[in-house]
């Protein structure tokens, strides 16, 4: 028998081998400063396109003031103790009767993360009778509330309804003869690729198949829609979206999220969510930080405007140097490259050092290899300046890239790495 470190000691995973060429920089970066659309990077001013403050509230007055103040009368640990025994206040209840009308749903739960929560979820609707089917490209807390399952699950293409069509009527059958139901998951908008999720396609499925529809909107809520409800209502399906889940993370700019459904679902996931039932109330100074916050989104319109004046600016001057965006229908902007990960590494370090743009680098096993995936997330504190001056620094390094500076710049690295 071995020692169980041995295999973790000798195989860091496709991630980990990196660590001694990638930590500190590439991965783990430190950005300083306030949180803003021009950030510090290793001393240096660098356009940020990696802070997912949607609506630029992290860093307003008005924010700072309600959250200090929260933490100046309750401190960072009130209320102390889980909801169901000692956690519960009225202002949390007012947090969950807010985000419950304005995702136009009649009830709705707080989650103290998105992660943890959506994980929960999963875990409390279904029994081992039951049966999942979620699209392929779903968010890793899906997968991992997925794997809490003990009963059957199939994946369908992304975005694909002749696959979830496909996999429907193998989930009906099956349902039949354990006497359970069916769950379908997918996403309001996908984090890595900027789609929205085939919402209306799926809905429409419900006419044909019995199923119940948990979509986890964390990139639409506050982004997509007329009030910023997110991607069910831009897609006008928002009443059949059983089960809403959004976060406090995305453009809410804090911590925490939310559970929305009809009222007897929410009786039901108060006292058999795990992830709450048994963990400290989520704390006063989030709860009263996002009751301003959700305040904002719903009396500041420019704020969501703004916005998508800077995401239609920098998805359409990408489109027009040629650059592959992929199909993106949200503000999650991912530019694809060909190239290998030592020569990712080339390209970012110029990037950052040589034209001040600071955003995320996604390799694999996150997509496939051979495939350079830098991910821009727009915000409304943004200019056109930061616009113009990233447009210009992307020709510069796909230049480099095609004629093989980079790979002759990371030879070293990549033979060292056996790439």
């Known amino acids: 028998m071995r020692d169980l470190f041995d295999r973790i000691l000798e195989n860091k995973g496709p991630l980990g ?15 300083e ?11 240096k001013e660098v356009v940020t396109w990696s802070i997912n403050d949607y609506l630029g509230l992290a860093n307003l007055p ?19 103790g889980a909801r169901m025994m000692s956690g ?15 995702v136009d749903k009649e009830a709705a739960y707080l989650l103290n993360f998105g992660y943890q929560g959506f994980m929960s979820v999963i875990d409390a609707l279904v029994t081992k009778d039951d049966i999942i089917v979620y699209d392929v490209d779903c968010h890793a807390c899906i997968i991992d509330g997925v794997r809490l399952h003990m009963g059957k699950r199939f994946t369908f293409v992304h975005n694909n309804v002749e696959s979830l ?19 379908v998951i997918s996403e309001g908008v996908f984090g890595m690729r900027g789609e929205q999720g085939i919402l209306k396609e799926i809905v429409a499925l419900k006419k044909k198949y019995n199923f119940r529809l948990l979509v986890d909107d964390a990139h639409g809520f506050g982004t997509l829609g007329k009030t910023g409800a997110g991607a069910g209502q831009e897609q006008d399906v928002q009443g059949d979206i059983d089960v809403y889940l959004a976060t406090f993370a995305k453009s ?28 400290k109330s989520l704390p006063m100074v989030y709860v009263k930080g996002a009751l301003k916050r959700l305040d904002m989104l719903r009396t500041q319109p420019e704020l969501k405007a703004k916005l998508w004046e800077n995401v239609n600016a920098l998805q359409n001057g990408l489109k027009e ?33 040589n034209h001040g743009i600071f955003c995320s680098i996604v390799v694999y096993p996150v997509i496939p290899k051979g495939l350079i995936l830098l991910r821009m997330i727009p915000t409304a504190t943004h200019t056109l300046q930061d616009v113009d001056e ?11 890239l095609e004629n093989g500076t980079y790979k002759r710049l990371s030879a070293a690295v990549a033979a060292a790495m056996g790439e």
């Open 17 to 31: 081998k990196w660590a001694s060429q990638a930590e500190g920089y590439f991965v783990f970066p430190k950005l």
């Open 33 to 43: 400063g306030p949180i803003s659309n021009r950030m510090k990077f290793q001393g």
């Open 62 to 80: 008005e924010i700072k003031k309600v959250d200090g103040e929260a933490a100046a009368e309750y401190g960072a640990a009130y209320p102390m």
């Open 88 to 102: 519960h206040t009225e202002f949390h209840e007012q947090l969950e009767q807010e985000c419950a009308a304005f």
């Open 165 to 183: 069509e496909k996999n429907l009527e193998r989930a009906t059958k099956m349902a039949d003869q354990t006497g359970g139901g069916i769950l």
């Open 252 to 279: 809410m700019a804090s911590i925490g999220a939310f559970v929305a459904a009809d009222q007897g679902i929410i009786d039901y996931l108060k006292y058999n969510l795990r992830s709450q039932m048994f963990a």
């Open 321 to 353: 140097k040629g650059f592959d965006i992929g199909t993106t229908t949200s503000c999650v902007t991912p530019v694809y490259l060909n190239g290998s990960i030592p020569e990712a590494m080339a390209l970012v370090k110029d990037l950052r050092e």
């Open 390 to 400: 990233t447009l210009t620094a992307f020709s510069a390094i796909r230049d480099r």
